[in-house]
């Protein structure tokens, strides 16, 4: 399709240009011609007539997102239109989790995200970064894990402005940096494990370096410097120093010297909210208005606090946490999430609903800023790309007033290949018979444990005994099939998926079929364990995890594959050591299979579906599987 435009588009000429292969435009007489015209007020409109256009926007990413509207029109064979939109959001963009995970999105995948999320509409970016960049003064933070170069950094942020996306550093300056605080050579500026001991003249030294390093690459005065989660500060080295000491006291010294640091270099920070709700006995936000005075005076009068949330699962509840924050300061931007943090799926009810009712509290109450996280605790299983949905859903929500699911799945359509009826099959991973009568399933990852847990003492079978969770991935497996083929670039996160679903087919009640069988003295079937069942289990492994090294070496950078290394290597060693002891114990080299003799026992002592067995090592073995785990 050829494409030529007139008008304001000096600013946006390059971006359309990078955008042309996405877009499957050529820009070139002889075909649709479009003036641009770019107003100060907030707006975005597009017409057409005999191959006329006309296209009215205020910032860049309404261009973008304009632009692809009409295209998206004209291939649905509309030749004459006439579309305004609102937008209802001020910034708009998620905020990519690159370090919990231990996956760092790759260069080329930040800018495919980047071309993507300028055609959707969005604004802004942030890559969440515990230790993920590159800080000269301090060799040790990031030490070999993913992380940026300066150069990196830089590189992208001109790459997001050309497409009209802030690209926003985000640095943690208080907890959340267990990776970096493992080196004894940060012992004397750690509070516990994760959190930086305040008060101490070093500590203060580093987060400087940091603070310089996170936002010397950008041209935005913006930066996230989080604070969120600190749950034990002050009980650590802190204690023993200091003696006791409020942790409202211990707050306001901190911020006061991180904001010194910040006035420095002239930065604008975004805090999050959770720790000065927390320092008045709170758990995050569950306590009504009004906030204490001392916990007010806390806040710093440039920052912005961010209200996080993507639990609630009601509008009024947001409304009311939203009003709670107006309380407790002016300026107050909005969090919510995609659900993809617990294992191999896309938890997408949970992430529909949170988003709904979140963003239309926002609306409601006047929110004009809001972010959508990613996060890939503990290993992210769940391939970034799957969040893309996400985005796509925060952005139509953007721009309108009341949000239009089947509008919402047209445009992830055009902006992406992707359908959205197959990224919502995604969730049936998790989705299990046995949590199907349950209003809430986001919680329940079985796919994850099922996964890692070892087949021999099967840690989590009692609580799955009984529920056809082996007909239930094979079902998987065909939707999964059937979605292979008809999602364009993406094509590889179902195939992924499949072969998840491939093992969890055969893997879901092995455990629970082996012991039967040894209990039952069956050594027929014993055998068949030793030489069929458990040797397909290998080879699907295998498969599995062949693929997924093909999809990590595509979107990551290398650093971070080693735990899922680590993870599908002790499968594979697990899975032959089973064969092994069977063999030998049909062989009367062992007298009898002592995992399998031990009773099984709920998980937790629970009955029922297994809520957030999220953590590896809880997982894998009742046993410490390091010196310090």
Known sequence: MNIKLLGDVSDVLAGVR??????????????????????????????????????????KCQFFRALGIAIEHIRDGEESFSIVEKPQFRMNGPQIDISQGNAALNKET????????????????MLYCEDSFEVKEQPYFGYMRARYSQEELRELDEYADMLGLEMIPCVQTLAHLPDTLRWKCFRSITDYEECLLVGEEK??????????????????????????????????????????????????????????????YGLEPFIASDMFYCVYGTRRYRQATPV?????????????????????????EYERVIDSHFDLHDKVLFMGGIWTWIGYSLAWEKTLKTTEYGLN?????????????????????????TTLIGFQL??????????????????????TGGRVEDFENLELLDKTP?????????????????????????????????????????????????????????????????????????????GIRLVKAYKDGDKAELKRFADEYLPDL???????????????????????????DLRYGTLVMRITSAIEEVNDYLNGKLERLEELEEERRYFDGIAGPIRYMNGYGRIVSPSRIAPDA
């Open 292 to 316: 204490p005075d001392y916990v007010k005076e806390l806040v710093p009068k440039s920052a912005t606090v961010m209200y996080w949330d993507y639990y609630s699962m009601s509008q009024a």
């Open 110 to 125: 930040v800018k495919e995200f980047i071309r993507l999320m300028a055609i959707m509409g969005m604004n802004m970016i």
């Open 18 to 59: 990078e955008l042309a292969n996405e877009l499957k435009i050529n820009l070139a007489d002889g075909g649709y011609e479009f003036t641009a015209e770019r107003r100060d007020e907030t707006c975005l409109e597009v017409c057409l007539n005999d191959k006329k256009g006309f296209i009215a926007y205020s910032e």
């Open 434 to 510: 046995d949590t199907l009568s349950l209003p809430d399933h986001s919680n329940y990852n079985p796919s994850k444990w099922i996964m890692w847990q070892d087949i021999l003492t099967g840690l989590g079978d009692k609580n799955i005994e009984g529920v056809e969770m082996n007909a239930h991935y094979e079902m998987v497996e065909e939707k999964l099939k059937e979605a292979v083929g008809r999602n364009g670039r993406f094509d590889y996160i179902f195939e992924y998926s499949r072969r998840a679903a491939h093992v969890l087919a055969v893997k879901a009640e092995m």
């Open 203 to 264: 500590t203060y030294e580093f987060i400087e370096d940091l603070i310089k390093a996170a936002a010397a690459p950008f041209k935005t005065k913006r930066i996230n410097i989080l604070m969120d989660e600190a749950l034990k500060l002050g009980r650590g080295q802190y204690l023993d120093k200091n003696g006791y000491r409020d942790p409202s006291d211990i707050m306001k010294e901190h911020l006061a010297r991180v904001m010194q640091i910040l006035d420095k």
């Open 394 to 415: 925060f952005a139509e929500h953007g721009y309108a007033d009341e949000f239009d699911y089947e509008k919402f799945k047209k445009r992830f359509n055009f902006c």
């Open 361 to 385: 509290a926002c609306k409601k109450k006047g929110i004009k800023d809001i972010i959508v996280t990613t996060w890939g605790d503990n290993g992210t299983e769940s391939l970034i790309p």
């Open 538 to 564: 290998k080879e699907r492994v295998l498969s599995l995890r062949e693929h997924h090294k093909d999809c990590w070496f595509k979107i990551y950078k290398a650093f971070g594959w080693d735990i899922m």
